[in-house]
Structures are given as C-alpha cells and as structure tokens.
C-alpha cells in the first residue's frame, strides 16, 4: 500500500502543521476557487472602532468571511487583500486616521486552565522530561508536549495517527468542521486568543493499485482543518497563532498542534507611526541586495499585512503590524523564493520592544540577529 496526498489539497509544511507554505499549484487553484476581488469588498465598513481601534477600509474577518460563507477557509487571502487596500490608503492619505494595537503575549509560565481540560480529556498523567524547554503528559500510546519557552502544543495518538487504513467514503466537509468547532469550544476557547477562523483543509489518502492495473483505488484515512486567529478583526500572518486538528473520517481527534498563546494590548499605533507599503518593499529589497540576492532573477509574487506570530519554536513577547514579501523566480528561471518580513511601523520604543524579541530569538538560533533597524523612513 503506497501512501500519497492528492494535489488537491493543501500542502502541510510538516507532518502535522496545517501552517505556511503552499505549492504554487494549489495557491491557483484556490484563487480560481475563491474569486473575489478587490472592488466587491473595498466599500466594506469604515472607520470600525474598538476601544480606540481605528481599522479605516481595512478587512477585519467577520466582513470578510460574511462576503464569502462563514464556513469559506480563509487561507492568506485576505491578509493580501489588506495589503492592497492598506496601500490604496497611504495614497489617498487616509491612512493616517488609522489607530492599529501593539500587544504583549502573556508569560509562558503563568498556569493555563484551558491545558488541564486537555489533559482530563485525554486522561493524561505528567511525565518526566531531561528536556528543560518541554514539558510532557502521557497515557499509553498518547502524547502531549508543551514548549515551555514558546507556549506550542502537540498532542499525537501514534497509535491511529497517520495508520489509518482509510474509507472510500467521507461526510461532508461541514461536517469536520462542525466537529472541529466544538473541540475548539470544549478545549481551546477560553483563552484571550483572539477570534478563531477557519483557516485551511486538507484529506490525507490511501492509494492502492492491483497488479496489473494501471488505476489506483483512493481511500481517506485521515483530515486536517487548521485555524488562524486575529488582533482587532485583522488575521495573524505568520506560522504563529494558529492551531491545527487532525480528525479520522469519524470525525475523532487525532492530533491537533497549537501556537495559540493569551495576549493584551500595551500600545496604540497611529497612522503616523505606521510604514508605508512602498517603503517596507524597499526595506525588504535593500536587506536582498545586501544578501546577495539577484533580484532581477526574482518578481513579488505576494505582499501580506497583518499581526506576525512566529512559530512553534520560537521566543516571542510582542506582536505588531507586519508587512511579508514573497519574491518567487519567474517561469524558466531556476531560482528559490525568497521572503522578507518587515515591521510595518516606526515608533522607536516599540521598534525596540521588536529588536530585544529578535536578539533573543536570534541567540535561541545561534545566529546573529537581524536588528530592526532604528533608521526607517516613513514614505508618505
């Protein structure tokens, strides 16, 4: 038995994170899939306020999904849409009524009464681990790790997850969501994440070919559904802030991984303290240049803005509006993609909060660090 994943669905950065990357097959498919441009939602409403939030035009998830479906996974689309429209606004000069939140993720180590209901429901007991940055809960085959440093979970049945012998047929989609919905309410849900939305979809398939035939017969062993989360309406980018479940075709919970982590607002940014599009792109294409990078051989492929988490492994304390470039070679040209993640703001305190997170992630790799540089011009 040889087992595959079909190209239509998403591709899975690891063996169990719904989070990043996607081939660049699929991303078409999906903006054939989801077509809806900019002109059919840039009315939306304006100027939202909340507690002092000022969003202008910009996209916040319930407007986008209600334009779509709210069972529609979202995927990176409107984080794309958001830098658009954020770029619109830098140049009719309405940017500047814009008031965005600089927030403060909550210490790893203060007690969370969300991963007790986890380890009752999965009747987990602690474990002893020579690892000082894990902590770990077992029963039997089942496993529950927590990176105390970053606050990421990954729980894993090995004895079904990935070994299933799959079924020809499944429910429909609505269903793994409805029944991911509710493990997110029983066992996630309490925390000051955010809003939780729907984010991507996957099937992993069995494939099997008698002797002599050349069709292969296809059976669904196991699904995916990943959740993104926002700050202020607007999604996180990034592979932080998001959490994965793998379900079996009966809709029972497999696995899941999770980078949710509490957070409070410390800081306002208003529309004068944020970075423009054109001068993050030029940020971003200074720091290629002095890499080495050719970026003639390269075009930007994508642009996101929104609230960056990093990943599972990784020191964070702050969150902030970001900018992402995604320069990717054109066809013929053999080259990698290659992105570049920029502060979208200008205030020097809290750029600062932003380069002492980067100098301890940076010591956490045993690199030297990338310092946010204190120099920014704003282009207005």
């Known amino acids: 038995m040889k087992r595959y994943e079909i ?68 995927q990176d689309e409107l984080a794309a849409q958001n830098f658009a429209i954020l770029n619109q606004m830098f140049e009719d000069g309405s940017s500047k009524q814009l008031s965005l939140s600089f927030v403060q ?15 009752k429901h999965f009747a987990l007991s602690a474990s002893e681990n020579k690892e000082l940055n894990f902590k770990e809960f077992r029963a039997g085959n089942k496993l529950l790790s927590v990176n105390a440093q970053s606050g990421a979970e990954r729980y894993v049945d090995n004895a079904q997850f990935h070994r299933g012998e799959g079924v020809d047929f499944v429910l429909e989609k ?21 809003k939780v939305f729907p984010y991507k979809f996957r099937y992993y398939k069995n494939a099997v070919r008698e002797e002599g035939s050349h069709i292969a017969q296809e059976s669904t062993y196991q699904l995916a559904l990943a959740y993104n989360t926002s700050i202020d309406g607007l999604p996180v980018i990034g592979s932080g802030g998001k959490i994965a479940l793998h379900l079996s075709p009966k809709g029972e919970l497999l696995s899941y991984e999770s980078t949710l982590r509490d957070f409070d607002r410390i800081a306002l940014i208003s529309g004068s303290e944020l970075l423009s599009p054109k001068a993050a792109q030029a940020e971003a294409e200074a720091r290629f240049k002095e890499r080495g990078v050719d ?3 390269l075009v930007l492929s994508r642009a996101e803005f929104g609230y960056l988490r990093l990943g599972r492994k990784s020191i964070q304390n702050y969150v902030a509006p970001h900018y992402v470039f995604i320069y990717s070679p054109p066809e013929g040209v053999m080259d990698k993609k290659r ?42």
């Open 339 to 380: 992105m570049e993640v920029i502060p979208a703001i200008t205030n020097p305190k809290l750029l600062q909060l932003l380069k002492e997170d980067s100098e301890k992630e940076a010591a956490r790799k045993k690199i030297a660090p990338e310092y946010l540089k204190e120099d920014i011009k704003e282009e207005r």
């Open 7 to 74: 190209a239509s669905c998403f591709v899975i950065c690891s063996s169990i994170s719904l989070f990043g990357c996607q081939d660049e097959n699929i991303e078409q498919a999906n903006k054939q899939e989801n077509k809806i441009g900019i002109s059919a939602i840039y009315g939306g409403v304006d100027k939202i306020q909340v507690d002092g939030i000022q969003l202008g035009k910009l996209l916040i998830v319930d407007e986008w999904m209600a334009k779509r479906g709210g069972d529609v996974f979202v």
């Open 105 to 119: 993720l909550r210490p790893t180590d203060r007690e969370d009464a969300t991963l007790q209901k986890r380890i």
């Open 295 to 297: 970026l003639s051989k």
């Open 174 to 194: 609505e269903f793994y969501l409805s029944t991911a919905n509710k493990y997110l309410d029983e066992l996630f849900l309490t925390q000051k994440v955010g």
